[in-house]
T-cell receptor
Framework: NAGVTQTPKFQVLKTGQSMTLQCAQD?????MYWYRQDPGMGLRLIYY???????DKGEVPNGYNVSRLNKREFSLRLESAAPSQTSVYFC?????????????FGDGTRLSIL | AQSVTQLGSHVSVSEGALVLLRCNYS??????LFWYVQYPNQGLQLLLK??????LVKGINGFEAEFKKSETSFHLTKPSAHMSDAAEYFC???????????????FGAGTRLAVHP
């Protein structure tokens, strides 16, 4: 059972470079999410996709874009990386329309921007 | 706006001792409540969740949490700590109102649990 798979696991970028973080889930979930985790701040929502074909901003969307490629895949793009975007990024997914259903998380991408 | 407060960013216990991790939420309507655990270099795993009904919720690995509406709390406990419990623990809330198709989660800042021999 793969669950939620994120690639890459680690990445080092220089300021101004761009990259795309990939996420795929095999649980037939409708909703997918991107979070960033910073020390002492818990997880903060960057973008989410309630269902295939829709995306919306979360709490901290500036500097990021997303694409819901199909039901399984949801990517996060940094167009021009900044040191403030050094963080651990998590993708998650959940079933649609049931607030008591938990989100399932990938193992994260550890991103350093120099 | 809803918020989650976890008291104590670091908690240290002896192996075999009681584990108590505190979580308080702010909401006029009791939300859905979750505890997640994060082991080093891994993602978050669900420990337990409260929706409605019984206020004492049992989770995996011997953990349980009690929902207390009057105190707006959802503290996590385990009677006897094990070395393998060392991890970071996150409390999260989700509003009970339908959020247009996605499960909005608001996380606390996390509590890192250390277990020493």
């Amino acid at each position: 059972n793969a669950g939620v798979t994120q690639t890459p696991k680690f990445q080092v970028l220089k300021t101004g470079q761009s990259m795309t973080l990939q996420c795929a889930q095999d649980m037939n979930h409708n909703s997918m999410y991107w979070y960033r985790q910073d020390p002492g701040m818990g997880l903060r929502l960057i973008y989410y996709s309630a269902s295939e074909g829709t995306t919306d901003k979360g709490e901290v969307p500036n500097g990021y874009n997303v694409s819901r490629l199909n039901k399984r895949e949801f990517s996060l793009r940094l167009e021009s990386a900044a040191p403030s975007q050094t963080s651990v990024y998590f993708c998650a997914s959940s079933t649609w329309g049931q607030d008591n259903q938990p989100q399932h998380f990938g193992d994260g991408t550890r991103l350093s921007i120099l | 706006a809803q918020s989650v407060t976890q008291l104590g960013s670091h908690v240290s216990v002896s192996e075999g001792a009681l584990v108590l991790l505190r979580c308080n939420y702010s909401s006029s309507v009791p939300p859905y409540l979750f505890w997640y655990v994060q082991y080093p270099n891994q993602g978050l795993q669900l420990l337990l969740k409260y929706t409605t009904g019984a206020t004492l919720v049992k989770g995996i690995n011997g953990f349980e949490a009690e929902f207390k509406k009057s105190e707006t709390s959802f503290h996590l406990t385990k009677p006897s700590a094990h070395m393998s419990d060392a991890a970071e623990y996150f409390c999260a809330v989700s509003p009970t109102s339908f959020s247009g198709g996605y499960n909005k989660l608001i996380f606390g800042a996390g509590t890192r649990l250390a277990v020493h021999p």
